[in-house]
C-alpha cells in the first residue's frame, strides 16, 4: 500500500506553494482539457437520454390519456343517449297521465308547449352568458 496522510491535501510529487503562479505543465494542461472534454461529453449524453426517456415518457401518457379520454367521451355518449330516452319516456307518460283529464291532443300540447317553454328560457339564459363571455374578449376600449 501507498503512504498516505490523510492531512495531506496534494501529492507529494506536486508540493505547491501559495506564491506559485507557474502554469502547470504542458501535459498535465492537455489531460485537463481531455478531462474536460470528457465531461461536457457525458453531460450531452446524459441530456440527450435525459430527453429521449422525457420524450418516451410524455408519449406513453399522451397515449394512455387519448384512450381514457376516448373511453369517457363513449360513456358521456351513451349517457345522453339514455337521458334522451328517459325524457322521451316522460314526456309519453306525461302525455298518457293527462290524456283523462284533456283530451289527447289537449295533453300533447300541454307537454310540447312545455318543453318548448323550458327550451326558450335555457336559450335565453346561454344567450345572457355568451353575450357576458363576448363582453369579456371585446376591446376595452368606449366606441
Known amino acids: 500500500m501507498a503512504d498516505s496522510d490523510p492531512g495531506l491535501a496534494v501529492p507529494p510529487e506536486a508540493p505547491v506553494s501559495a506564491g506559485d503562479t507557474t502554469p502547470p505543465p504542458a501535459d498535465e494542461e492537455g489531460n485537463s482539457f481531455t478531462a474536460l472534454r470528457d465531461d461536457v461529453g457525458a453531460l450531452v449524453d446524459d441530456a440527450r437520454t435525459y430527453v429521449e426517456a422525457e420524450l418516451a415518457y410524455q408519449k406513453t401518457r399522451a397515449t394512455l390519456a387519448g384512450k381514457h ?11 345522453l343517449v339514455l337521458l334522451h330516452i328517459a325524457l322521451i319516456a316522460l314526456a309519453v307518460g306525461v302525455v298518457i297521465a293527462l290524456a283523462p283529464y284533456v283530451t289527447i291532443w289537449g295533453a300533447i300540447a300541454i307537454v310540447v308547449g312545455l318543453m318548448l317553454l323550458g327550451v326558450a328560457i335555457l336559450l335565453r339564459l346561454a344567450l345572457r352568458d355568451g353575450k357576458i363571455v363576448g363582453a369579456m374578449f371585446e376591446d376595452g376600449e368606449p366606441g
Open 69 to 79: 379520454s376516448a373511453r369517457a367521451l363513449g360513456f358521456f355518449g351513451l349517457a
